[in-house]
Nanobody, 114 residues
Framework: QVQLVESGGGLVQPGGSLRLSCAAS??????MAWYRQAPGKQREFVAS???????YYADSVKGRFTIFRDNVKNTVYLQMNNLKPEDTADYCC??????????WGQGTQVTVSS
């Protein structure tokens, strides 16, 4: 059974940092990614990383967020620096198998506020 469990969300002041983690189990995944959804808005792509380490970022987070993965632990991380109030959202990780099937975690809330 595939399971994705996120952690690391919380309340942080503008300019602060958080690191999100997503531990995956039950399969290996060619792509792992983070999405977020703010209240009243559609879910949006944040960042992704392939098994080989290629990364992609939304323009809104380039230079501030870093995605990386530990393939031994089957875990993907999102290091978020210089957080802004507009980064406030529920952050979900997703993982895609080599056959193209995707799985989603339950999400972790990030709130950026003074």
């Amino acid at each position: 059974q595939v399971q994705l469990v996120e952690s690391g969300g919380g309340l942080v002041q503008p300019g602060g940092s958080l690191r999100l983690s997503c531990a995956a189990s039950g399969s290996s995944f060619s792509i792992m990614a983070w999405y977020r959804q703010a209240p009243g808005k559609q879910r949006e792509f944040v960042a992704s990383i392939t098994l080989g380490g290629s990364t992609y970022y939304a323009d809104s987070v380039k230079g501030r967020f870093t995605i990386f993965r530990d393939n031994v632990k089957n875990t993907v991380y999102l290091q978020m620096n210089n957080l802004k109030p507009e980064d406030t959202a529920d952050y979900c990780c997703t993982a895609v198998t080599s056959s193209g099937r995707d799985y989603w975690g339950q999400g972790t809330q990030v709130t950026v506020s003074s």
